[in-house]
């Protein structure tokens, strides 16, 4: 029996999102308000398409199509919004064996490339898998370019001791010996999410560079989403705000995904490793299991990530797409 290709409508989100709690490869970034907010604030038209086998639901894959002069464009995540990865989610797939299980992945990408070709027409299309993803082979054979990337992920099911032992001694050396007086770390509020993310653009644009995520972004998913899944942490001083971490979690995970800039001024506070230690110790006791450091292909910041004693994760990053498309992209990505 072949695979269905049908993109939910927004009167069947109620469904979509029964799916994504049920898939292994889901993240925050695939329930449905998620899905809208990404479409209002990128520009973009999402086109959240699910494949059955019959009645059964095999795999879930949110699109977004986007124009951009002459050319159309497909992407999940889509660009300018800092999102880690996204991609398809399988369902009922981890009870098949190998064959079976590689057979039905093969249709149901097969089929969401095919629904592409017939609906939208695109010209150029850059997909980044989730962690749990591991098979990026039917993108290749459909003639996509498929590059590795990684991700470090620190292991949050041991006792506080044992993970602080897998500390570098300069980590280890921060978080004990750190007056508590001297600093506060908490979880804030919503004028936190706006605080962290302004001062990552102020970086960036110190730098020359562009942080170019749309402005009330991180603010509207805090505000849209379940209690809990957006959480901004803040480390003061004397009560003044110098630096903070926006975390998102989702299924036993939580992500390291925005923040960590070093204070506009000198203070002799470790912020950062105060404040990644305080998001582990926090995920610990609410019985999550990893922490994700959002990335491991920087070798400047892999410094400091790596002494967490964190593993690496494989996720793909694939892309399909005629040579000026793929620059006019590129150019939009960095300028726009």
């Not at 490869?25 to 449905?32: A, P």
């Not at 699910?50 to 995540?77: D, I, N, R």
């Not at 590059?147 to 921060?174: C, H, I, K, W």
């Not at 019985?287 to 892999?302: E, F």
Request: net charge negative; aromatic share 12%.
């Amino acid at each position: 029996m072949s695979i269905e290709i049908e993109e939910i409508g927004r009167d069947e989100y109620d469904t979509w999102d029964s799916y994504v709690e049920q898939s292994p490869n889901s993240n925050l970034f695939h329930q449905s308000k998620a899905l809208e907010l990404q479409a209002e604030f990128s520009g973009a038209e999402v086109h959240p398409l699910v494949g059955y086998k019959g009645q059964e639901p095999v795999g879930l894959f949110p699109l977004f199509e986007m124009e951009k002069g002459p050319f159309t464009a497909v992407f999940s995540p889509p660009p300018k919004l800092w999102i880690p990865r996204q991609g398809p989610a399988l369902l009922n797939m981890q009870k098949l064996k190998r064959r079976k299980r590689e057979r039905r992945l093969k249709r149901f990408i097969d089929g969401c490339v095919e629904w592409l070709d017939e609906n939208v027409g695109h010209d150029y299309a850059e997909i980044r898998t989730a962690g749990d993803y591991h098979d990026a082979r039917p993108f290749k054979w459909n003639g996509s370019e498929v590059t590795p990337e990684y991700t470090y992920v620190v292991d949050l099911t041991v006792d506080e001791d044992e993970l602080m032992g897998q500390f570098s001694s300069d980590a280890r050396s921060n978080i004990r010996n750190t007056d508590e007086d001297s600093y506060t770390v908490e979880e804030g509020t919503v004028e936190d999410v706006d605080r962290i993310l302004e001062q990552v653009r102020d970086r960036y644009e110190a730098q020359g560079k562009a942080f170019n995520m749309a402005r009330g972004f991180g603010r509207s998913l805090y505000e849209a989403l379940p209690d809990g899944q957006v959480r901004p942490y803040v480390c003061r001083s004397d009560g003044e705000y110098l630096t903070g971490i926006l975390a998102f979690e989702y299924d036993g995970r939580t992500h390291r995904w925005q923040g960590g800039v070093k204070p506009d001024f000198d203070v002799d506070i470790p912020t950062n490793d105060l404040l990644d230690w305080h998001i582990m110790s926090d995920a610990m006791d609410r019985g999550l299991d990893q922490y994700d450091l959002v990335g491991a292909g920087n070798p400047r910041l892999n410094e400091y990530k790596s002494k967490f004693g964190p593993e690496l994760e494989l996720f793909y990053d694939i892309e399909h797409g005629s040579a000026p498309a793929t620059m006019l992209v590129d150019l939009y990505r960095r300028f726009a």
